[in-house]
């Protein structure tokens, strides 16, 4: 059999707790998965044996030996070009190096090739291979999670930049002066207000800075879910959060619309879940905000991948680029 | 003779008042040049007539007839893709419609290819054809005239978007609130601060707001020509007046550079002349702003140049692409 012939990928989405392992076919249907523990391991190569284990079992499994074209890898902080991980934060073994991770992990793996590029990259070419952007050559994936991430895709490709780390739009200036501090560094940053962090933030600051009612102070440790619940019984504070959230949100992206003039910008991860309070404030201000030729012309969409699927279709879909 | 044996190309820059002609030889050198009138016409057929003949004439006074393999043209709202200009304001014969330029001039020339891209991408295409940006596959081109335009060059290419107006970053928000009218009818845009009119509009308000002696306050209608001779002689007002440009530009690179990680950014136009004064407020609030990764690893780079040549030569490097 040919490397062509090779019908099935494997999709390893790396995030800080947990890693998810699947065996992917063409049309996007994973057909098997399993889950090892990230944190476990102060040594990197540690963890790679632990997942090339886990890998060759998971192939086992599915009876599709020998039929594995190449491993897609999304991490945070992976870089494409070089295929290492570098000084990633919320990785015990990548915090404070740099990672050969894609050689690490292939030369586990008997010479099976291995992409690797940051989990907000691998979310926009699953979105493009077997999401919503589909067919499209020109849009822009923002990924609201715990942090907020982008992949932008021009020409249909990926955009990579200089040295493999373009596409940081959550860290873009959101709010110039006296600005939230960002966990970059940074202040006003589009992730300290835009990411599940930034939002349970958003109502803890405007709980403290009102006494208006409220579901919300009944709760500690406020989370964005929280948020979204109390929204959904129909909390006024909660609602006025997600405008202003979705505010912010579409003013930065008219911004990025005036940079690459995408045909669709796509909203990922668990703030999208929140689409009936977050879809209609964000059009609006992105709408408001971005030049005349633009207006009502781009199209704001959500991802329709499986959640528990998403982000191992993500990975898996570079793979297809082997 | 084929095609691709022939060795020169005609630039052409449309302007509001004149348009300049050239043609160029593969090394960038402007043979013979002319400039005739933009505004005299109201209808496009007839502008574009005369183009032709002129264009007829300087390649008949170069000698190099039938040597000629293509047409550029930049132009204010020229659309790459569809060979269009497209209600371009400072245009007479274009202000209220839609002119297929590139179609009508390549009729007028008898089936000469013409390429036609805006007046800022032309400039980064003569940048990486005969620039500082040579050589260069990433970097981002910054036009500082009466307007603020761009080129973004990714993976080596021009980007042009879904519609071919991608790269308006002289229309991203530089000022979130009370920002200024911008003349696209939009407030705060980065155009409104640090183009040519932003200056002097800087001068002009900053010199009502207090008593503060200046170089400037004998000036009528000050231009950003005279913020820069005042800057020369010392002018304590003039030089804070770049200080402020540079810093809000320098904030918006540092957005830029997080989408698409550039090699460099290439400032260009006239305000790019007054180098001694906007370079270091504007290097040091991009490096200020930008995720501690770019931080001092991009270039902030002046084009070189000729300004007489530099609009031909930009809109000429189109032509040997055709």
Redesign the interface.
């Given at each position: 059999m040919t490397d062509m012939e090779k019908q099935f990928v494997v999709g390893v989405d790396v995030g800080g707790q947990t890693s998810k392992i699947g065996v992917v076919d063409a049309r996007g249907d994973v057909l098997v998965q399993s889950v090892i523990r990230t944190d476990g391991h102060e040594d990197p190569a540690e963890f790679v044996h632990d997942l090339a284990v886990a890998i060759r079992e998971l192939v086992i499994k599915s009876g599709k030996e020998g039929q594995i074209r190449g491993v897609g890898v999304g991490a945070p902080n992976g870089n494409y070009y070089t295929g290492e991980i570098a000084f990633a934060p919320n990785l015990v073994w990548a915090a404070n190096r740099n990672v050969p991770f894609a050689q690490l992990l292939s030369a586990a793996l008997d010479g099976v090739p291995v992409s690797l590029t940051n989990d907000a990259n691998a979310a926009a070419v699953g979105e493009m291979t077997y999401g919503v952007a589909k067919g499209m050559?020109?849009f822009i994936m923002i990924t609201l999670g715990t942090g907020v991430g982008s992949g932008?895709v021009?020409?249909g490709?990926v955009?990579?930049?200089?040295?493999?780390?373009?596409?940081?739009?959550g860290?873009?200036?959101a709010?110039?002066h006296n600005g939230r501090l960002c966990g970059?560094?940074?202040t006003g940053c589009l992730e300290a207000y835009c990411s599940a962090m930034g939002v349970a933030r958003t109502a803890r600051e405007w709980l403290e800075q009102s006494d208006e009612p409220s579901l919300l102070r009944s709760i500690d440790n406020i989370t964005s879910k929280d948020v979204y619940e109390a929204a959904k019984e129909g909390d006024e504070l909660a609602i006025r959060i997600f405008n202003f959230t979705g505010r912010i949100l579409g003013?930065k992206l008219?911004?990025?619309i005036?940079?690459?003039?995408?045909?669709a910008i796509v909203l990922f991860g668990g703030l999208a879940r929140a689409k009936e309070f977050i879809y209609q404030p964000t059009y609006e201000a992105m709408n408001a905000?971005v030049?005349?030729?633009?207006r009502g012309?781009v199209e704001l969409l959500f991802s329709q991948l499986k959640e528990s699927d998403a982000a191992i279709l993500g990975a898996s879909a570079l793979a297809w680029e082997l």
């Open positions: 050559k020109h932008i021009i020409n490709e955009v990579y930049g200089n040295d493999g780390f373009a596409g940081e739009l860290h873009t200036c709010v110039r970059c560094g940074k003013e008219a911004d990025f005036e940079f690459s003039a995408p045909e905000n030049l005349p030729l633009w012309k």
